[in-house]
């Protein structure tokens, strides 16, 4: 099975601590993971930005919910008791508590902003915030990558190829001014440009770049003849395409240490280095900083 959605956490953590007794939110995480059944490949799938466990998150959220709707209390930091009012949906023992059983409570209202007029709107399968925001945050930067390489297939391969020394350089390769440059016009066959990672050339990077169509695949043939043009000269191989790799072309590289970019990663990089793209918009996500408020315990 997978991990659960954070809403079907929410009885057997309710469920957990109906003895009454104080429980740290680790103790939690154990319980529920036994009552799941959850193997460690499920308890190790990270949120898309791989801060966070999903197991974790989803168990976070529902101890959350389940506290602003009054049916647990949290003493201390990360420390969960059972409310009166957590007790009383125990000996009712609804068949499920997700967010549209929870509406029941005004305090959780408010804190969903839904008012007694408004129509519950709020569906029983929903993810948690942090994963419902990095899931859209994923989705838009999905759209923009097809819109970076739709733009990108609009340049000459020559200007391809300077593209690919200038996003290098941004990336820090390349540790002065000038440390990249093309080999087209040159004719240096097999190899299409050539980073110096530093001022004497010791290290080098050559770099094939095919300028293909995105539904065409670089096969294996294409990766030896790049190996066999850089042969002898004592550098590094990178191979980037717009298109996408055959898997013999994946394993060969592989073999021969060749690093392969295709066009999906293309964009990607572009995207983390801000080459061709502007920030629209920046959104600063806070967490608790527990240690602040751990100064002024005891005063």
């Known amino acids: 099975?997978?991990?659960?959605?954070?809403?079907?956490?929410?009885?057997?953590?309710?469920?957990?601590?109906?003895?009454?007794?104080?429980?740290?939110?680790?103790?939690?995480?154990?319980?529920?993971?036994?009552?799941?059944?959850?193997?460690?490949?499920?308890?190790?799938?990270?949120?898309p930005s791989g801060t966070q466990t999903v197991f974790a998150n989803r168990v976070q959220w529902a101890g959350t919910y389940l506290t602003k709707a009054g049916l647990l209390i949290k003493p201390s930091r990360g420390v969960f008791v059972i409310s009166e009012e957590g007790k009383k949906v125990i000996d009712e023992n609804p068949e499920t508590i997700d967010v549209e059983?929870?509406?029941?409570?005004?305090?959780?209202?408010?804190?969903q902003g839904v008012s007694n007029q408004e129509p519950t709107v709020l569906k029983k399968d929903m993810e948690t915030p942090d994963y419902a925001f990095e899931e859209s945050f994923e989705r838009i930067n999905e759209s923009l990558s097809d819109e970076i390489l739709s733009e990108v297939m609009k340049l000459s391969p020559v200007a391809f190829e300077k593209m690919i020394i200038d996003l290098l350089q941004k990336m820090g390769y390349g540790a002065f001014e000038n440390a990249g440059r093309t080999t087209s016009v040159s004719a240096d066959e097999g190899i299409d440009g050539i980073i110096m990672e530093d001022k004497l050339g010791f290290n080098l990077i050559y770099i094939q770049a095919k300028h293909w169509d995105r539904d065409r695949t670089v096969g294996r043939p294409e990766i030896q003849n790049f190996v066999g043009a850089i042969s002898g000269k004592g550098g590094n191989g990178l191979f980037v395409t717009t298109a996408k790799y055959a898997k013999t072309a994946?394993?060969?590289?592989?073999?021969?240490?060749?690093?392969?970019?295709?066009?999906?990663?293309?964009?990607?990089l572009m995207i983390e280095h801000d080459f061709g793209v502007t920030v629209k918009k920046t959104f600063h996500i806070k967490e608790l900083d527990t240690d602040t408020f751990a100064d002024y315990d005891g005063i």
């Open 1 to 47: 099975m997978s991990v659960p959605k954070f809403h079907e956490f929410m009885k057997p953590f309710l469920m957990a601590v109906r003895d009454g007794k104080s429980y740290m939110l680790k103790e939690l995480r154990k319980i529920l993971s036994a009552e799941f059944n959850l193997t460690n490949e499920e308890l190790s799938e990270m949120l």
């Open 101 to 111: 059983f929870l509406t029941r409570y005004e305090c959780f209202r408010e804190f």
């Open 250 to 268: 994946i394993e060969y590289a592989e073999q021969h240490h060749i690093i392969l970019i295709d066009g999906k990663r293309l964009a990607k």
